[in-house]
């Protein structure tokens, strides 16, 4: 930066009208649906183009919250992320993904049909669901590690050891 104040060149500083219009603003608004059997609310801007998710939120059937979702980086809308409603941050690849996790493994925590793995990295144990065992292959960690289920279903079967 020039620091000569000798110079005849004029800042390229201007004076803001403080009563003039504020730029437009991108429209914003809040979509409704249901996800295995959750309410789904998710705040979207600007829903005539690009149609972003700014992010979500995910109630039971029985109206409690199951978990809310967010993009990490919400220029792109990327690197989604998760809060469990007992506060249990987790990755997720999509918004796909963290709307059908929170609609199921999140929405029926602790039920009758569930089971615990050990995380590979932290060795901290994750409740699964009979859902998530069945489907999944991999069931994710806070710690950003999860549990192969692959492996844990080539060493046990449902209920046996989880």
């Known amino acids: 930066m020039n620091r000569d104040t000798?110079?005849?060149?004029?800042?390229?500083v201007h004076p803001i009208?403080?009563?003039?219009?504020?730029?437009p603003l991108p429209e914003i608004t809040v979509d409704h649906f249901t996800a295995n059997g959750c309410a789904v609310v998710c705040v979207v801007i600007d829903p005539a183009?690009?149609?972003?998710?700014?992010?979500?939120?995910?109630?039971?059937p029985d109206g409690t919250l199951a978990g809310t979702y967010y993009p990490a980086d919400r220029v792109r809308g990327e690197h989604w992320r998760?809060?469990?409603?007992?506060g249990t941050h987790y990755h997720a690849a999509s918004e796909f993904d963290a709307v059908e996790w929170l609609s199921t493994t999140a929405a029926t925590p602790g039920g009758p049909d569930t089971g615990?793995?050990?995380?590979?990295?932290?060795?901290?144990?994750?409740t699964v669901t009979r859902q998530q065992w069945d489907r999944d292959a991999f069931a994710p960690c806070p710690c950003g590690s999860g549990a192969d289920l692959n492996f844990h279903r080539r060493h046990a079967e449902w209920g046996e050891n989880l």
């Open 116 to 126: 615990t793995v050990e995380c590979g990295g932290c060795s901290r144990p994750l």
């Open 17 to 23: 009208d403080p009563m003039a219009a504020p730029a």
């Open 6 to 12: 000798t110079s005849p060149r004029t800042p390229a």
């Open 49 to 60: 183009d690009a149609q972003q998710t700014l992010y979500g939120a995910v109630t039971r």
């Open 82 to 86: 998760i809060v469990a409603a007992d």
